[in-house]
């Protein structure tokens, strides 16, 4: 696949989007929230961005004449990648996905292979991520999957300077020496990797490892002298994860709750408006295609219908708009469920019966979510939505403005359709404000409830955009707000 974007959520997980529009791999929304640094279309590769790549230049005639091969031109497309987010940079971090062994990886570990010929020793260093299974009924964990694996590494020529070991159980000192010993990897460059409470204790039990100072050895750099303890904010932050001070419940009303994979940066974002009030989000994941919707929704103190494609569960997601706003639950609506929350007020009180959005029903009589002209034109799906960071101006006196304490914000966005500007007049008499705009279009971001509360519903993906060190600012009011309403 060149990307993500038109694979179903139960294949590929959330789809994450950068901030210059690129449909990625969720993983690199785990590399922006632990780094605090955006990541761009170029931080992210695939096998189907290559091949089109090398491709098309052989169409354009760029190889003059010659035989294209894997070796080198493949290779040659996947070193060149890397090399593009280099400049200004000290340390490039390039993760081959997949498995060793597996044949859609192998050009790409030829590629780095040859990188450390490229570059020269002590410019390039690997990394070898590896499971080490536990046995349950003989009661040990089990090296040999780990020798195989860098045993094919070094038959391509890819000697792992560290072991990170992903283990549910501690890795001795005598295992460590087994693997070193096979792997020809010294014994304090075998890094284990245990299970964690939380994601974000990982880098904690790495510096305790001294895998900080490992790096900076083999690759030959220094730290700067008399620098403070980079981590003290990080163990703060784990610290409140961990021992949290409260607990509020909050329902997630979505259709792909089998894989929690399909909304990740939504459950970390929940997580991070945690953390500012000390408090742990237990979450409930509600499918809305069930029935037994309402005894699911009996004990949660907040409410948020995420984004979605396709027409199974609407219904439902309408449904569950409806009862946080007639029980005055707080409400958090994200992109499809900011087009529910519409639909939901269109119908019920507006007096708009069978009120509709043309992506599920295109002969309704109330179109109150359709596509905009430029959409309609379309006939490639992949890469083509309303994709990347937007402006948004938002309304003095507006919940959105008194959150986020700014006039104007940049959002990610992934979708479609839109609030038909034909409607918004009748739906803002009824209760339902237009709090933020795209100006240079005149498109609906943000909509608000009033006699609500907090109703606030967004098109955009403000949990895009969320670090455990700065959560998004709308994820901690929502947050905020259904811990009053607990109490």
């Known amino acids: 696949n060149v990307d993500p974007g038109t694979m179903n959520p139960y294949q590929h997980g959330e789809v994450f989007v950068t901030e210059d529009g690129a449909e990625t791999d969720l993983?690199?929304?785990?590399?922006?929230?632990?780094?605090?640094?955006?990541m761009h279309r170029h931080n992210n590769t695939t096998t189907g961005q290559i091949y089109d790549e090398v491709i098309n230049q052989e169409r354009q005639g760029k190889f003059l004449g010659k035989t294209v091969q894997v070796i080198p031109h493949i290779t040659n497309a996947i070193k060149e990648r890397i090399r593009r987010v280099a400049p200004g940079k000290d340390v490039v971090i390039t993760e081959i996905g997949g498995t060793v062994g597996d044949i859609e990886?192998?050009?790409f570990l030829e590629a780095i292979r040859q990188f450390k010929i490229d570059c020269g020793t002590g410019n390039v260093l690997y990394v070898h991520v590896t499971l080490i299974p536990y046995l349950k009924s003989s009661e040990e964990?089990?090296?040999?999957?780990?020798?195989?694996?860098?045993?094919?590494?070094?038959?391509i020529g890819i000697e792992p300077d560290l072991l990170v070991c992903r283990t549910e159980r501690p890795l001795d000192?005598?295992?460590?020496?087994?693997?070193?010993?096979?792997?020809?990897?010294p014994v304090k460059q075998i890094i284990a990797a245990p299970d964690v409470s939380t994601i974000y204790e990982v880098p904690l039990k790495f510096a305790e490892q001294g895998v900080d100072q490992i790096l900076l050895s083999i690759l030959r750099l220094r730290s700067p002298s008399g620098k403070k303890d980079g981590l003290a904010d990080w163990r703060k932050m784990v610290q409140a994860i961990k021992f949290?001070?409260?607990?509020?419940?909050?329902?997630?009303?979505?259709?792909?709750?089998?894989?929690k994979d399909s909304y990740k940066s939504l459950i970390e974002a929940l997580i991070h408006g945690g953390i500012e009030q000390e408090a742990h989000v237990d979450i409930h994941y509600l499918d809305?295609?069930?029935?037994?919707?309402?005894?699911?929704?009996?004990?949660?103190?907040?409410?948020?219908v995420p984004g979605g494609f396709g027409d199974r569960g609407i219904e439902g997601k309408i449904a569950v708009v409806k009862y946080a706003r007639e029980h005055k639950i707080p409400f958090l609506g994200i992109c499809l469920g900011m087009q529910c929350a519409v639909i939901e007020t269109a119908r019920n009180l507006c007096g708009m019966t069978g009120a509709h959005s043309t992506e599920f029903n295109p002969k309704t009589r109330y179109p109150v979510i359709d596509l905009i002209p430029e959409q309609r034109k379309l006939k490639n799906l992949?890469?083509?939505?309303?994709?990347?960071?937007?402006?948004?101006?938002?309304?003095?006196?507006?919940?959105?403005?008194?959150?986020?304490?700014?006039?104007s914000v940049n959002e990610r966005h992934r979708h479609r359709y839109e609030l038909n500007n034909i409607y918004r007049k009748k739906l803002e008499s009824a209760g339902l404000k237009?709090?933020?705009?795209?100006?240079?279009?005149?498109?609906?971001?943000?909509?608000?409830?009033?006699?609500?509360?907090?109703?606030?519903?967004?098109?955009?993906?403000?949990?895009?955009?969320?670090?455990?060190?700065?959560?998004?600012?709308?994820f901690s009011s929502f947050v905020r707000a259904s811990m009053e309403h607990s109490s």
């Open 27 to 38: 993983d690199l929304g785990h590399y922006e929230r632990f780094l605090n640094v955006k």
């Open 105 to 107: 990886s192998l050009p």
């Open 141 to 155: 964990l089990k090296t040999k999957p780990t020798q195989h694996s860098v045993g094919k590494l070094r038959e």
């Open 173 to 185: 000192l005598p295992m460590r020496e087994k693997m070193a010993l096979f792997c020809n990897v």
């Open 244 to 259: 949290p001070k409260r607990k509020v419940s909050i329902a997630i009303a979505g259709k792909y709750i089998e894989l």
């Open 288 to 304: 809305v295609s069930h029935p037994d919707l309402w005894d699911q929704l009996k004990n949660v103190s907040g409410i948020l």
């Open 382 to 407: 992949g890469g083509t939505m309303r994709l990347g960071a937007y402006p948004c101006r938002l309304s003095a006196g507006s919940r959105a403005r008194a959150i986020y304490r700014r006039e």
């Open 434 to 474: 237009v709090t933020g705009i795209y100006t240079k279009g005149k498109l609906a971001e943000i909509v608000e409830l009033k006699d609500h509360p907090w109703f606030v519903a967004v098109q955009f993906h403000p949990e895009l955009q969320s670090t455990p060190l700065y959560p998004h600012p709308l």
